[in-house]
């Protein structure tokens, strides 16, 4: 019986056979010439015609999808067309190179360029070597990557999995998810969470077990077991009937006591709010507006904003709705907002700061959303993402009170604003905490990386001493500012507990996870919950914070959570 330890990143306790993700597309052997008769010209038509083919390949996928696999889905579709790519591969075309050799190198040139930025870009380096393998499938005409195809159901198991496979996947064939790369916020583990996947990343060496192995998969645990015994059996076997019994929200948050903790879903659009409405969530607590400007090369009107916006307002009448104005830059450059040369895009003009830049786009977008709020019943909220002072919030604020929309807010995710949270809040009626970035930020770990991904979990003592913070200065004397989660920690029910101790007000979340996290809530009273997030602060380490906490909460075992 082999033990693979990993990141455990969704939960659930399943057995199955797994199957390994097919061998990557062969490099093109290098040197490789234009075949005799072939011009340059005429193989960069190729070249571009296979890019325009990947592209609208990926482009129907993602409209068959909803939720963070549609996002990534379009995401990686742009850089199918990506300016860096197809011109570098023309250029080396033009010397003689073939047109599968020219791509390929400049696929590579690109993505370590990107690898070398770090932080956001670095996650679009696994997009640009899977877009590269597709073009070259398509100019052999061959098969391009992806899932194994099965009669049976199994584990998924390979070194990385690239975005347009995961966003793809199918739950009822796809049992859980094990990759031996990777890091707790990439894009496999954000998906494994909105598919309600059990899923485990980092696990080294897992990709070298033989097709067909039955294994055992803990995705709270974070192990994989190969040749599980009895007492494994009988995990699966109660987690198969726990997972029933989580799959209803009753659509109220609250502590053992009555305490009330609003559960609210992550969005990326209409069809997204409607699921979420469906599965019970009590609002929005981040509706990723950037997601409607995905493949675009130009602005969208305002009405067609507005139109968008509608959508999931009406699909939550009389409740909170949280907007996120346009988060564009870093991951998602826009080629009409932002500069893709910058040397460093995770610390660089995205978020609220593409203002500067480009001035104009954020007053429309709030105009839009203040067109689609006339004719509807949700209660808008509207929040910047990357505000890092006081002046910056005053600013937005006054943005959104010229656009007619009463209920401004911040994004906390850059540690300057959890740390004068008192100072901002005095200028906007609420913050939500971006976990994933705030964590990044604070600890100075790109949260794409496996070896850091111990590192790169909002369980750290500090990311919480952050977080105590941010509640702190919304309570100070003139302010008493609602202050909620919308990042992955809020799916964590043991974190959630911990949040909510330190007096977070709302937790947001994937809404596949709301009934998980609603069902630890209610077994702990509120005094009980803040004597966790005093445990939590005192530990020396992320680990001992976790393990000390999920000790307390014994309901977690029982759960399987």
Known sequence: MQNFPGVGVSPGRIIGPIRQMPKPISEPPAGEQLAAGTTAEDAIAALKEAAQAVHDELKGRAALAIGDGKAVLEATALMAKDTMLIKGASKLIARG????????????????????????????????????????????????????????????????????????????????????????????AIIARSLGLPAIVAASGVDDLPDGTEVFVDGAAGTLVAEPDASHRAAAEAWATTASLLAEFSGTGSTADGHLVPLLANVG???????????????????????????????????????????VFDAFPGKKVVLRTLDAGADKPLPFLTDSTEPNPALGVRGYRTDFTTPGVLDRQLEAIALAQKDSEADVWV???????????????????????????????????????????????????????????????????????????????????????????????????????????????????????????????????????????????????????????????????????????????????
């Open 269 to 311: 659009g209409a069809k997204d709010a409607e699921a979420a409405a469906a599965l019970g969530a009590q609002g929005v607590g981040l509706f990723r507006t950037e997601f409607c400007f995905l493949e675009r090369d130009t602005e969208p009107s305002v009405e067609e904003q507005a139109a968008a916006y509608k959508g």
């Open 97 to 188: 190179t073939s047109s599968e050799r020219a791509v390929w190198e400049s696929g590579a040139s690109v993505s370590e360029m990107l690898l070398n930025l770090g932080g956001y870009m670095a996650e679009r380096a696994t997009d640009v070597l899977d877009v590269r393998a597709r073009i070259v499938a398509q100019l052999r005409g061959v098969p391009a990557p992806g899932i194994p195809q099965s009669a049976e159901p199994f584990v998924l198991v390979a070194e990385d999995l690239a975005p347009a496979d995961t966003a793809t996947l199918d739950p009822n064939k796809v049992l859980a998810l094990v990759t031996a790369g990777g890091g707790p916020q990439s894009h496999t």
């Open 383 to 561: 929040m910047a993402p990357m505000i890092s002072t006081a002046e910056e919030a005053a600013r937005f604020a006054s943005m959104c009170a010229d656009a007619g929309i009463q209920t401004p807010g911040v994004m906390v995710e850059v540690p300057s604003a959890a740390l004068t949270a008192e100072a901002i809040l005095r200028e906007v009626g609420f913050a939500s905490l971006g976990t994933n970035d705030l964590t990044q930020y604070a600890m100075a770990a790109d949260r794409q990386l496996g070896p850091l991904a111990n590192l790169n979990t909002p369980w750290q003592p500090a990311v919480l001493r952050l977080v105590g913070l941010t509640v702190e200065g919304s309570r100070a004397e003139g302010n008493n500012k609602p202050v909620g989660v919308c990042g992955e920690a809020a799916a964590d029910p043991a974190l959630a507990v911990v949040l909510t101790g330190l007096g977070v007000n709302t937790l947001s979340m994937t809404a596949r996870s709301l009934a998980a996290v609603a069902a630890v809530l209610k077994t702990v009273t509120l005094a009980e919950a803040q004597e966790l997030a005093k445990l939590a602060l005192s530990a020396p380490s992320a680990t001992e914070a976790r393990a000390w906490v999920r000790a307390k909460l014994p309901v977690l075992e029982e759960l399987g959570l």
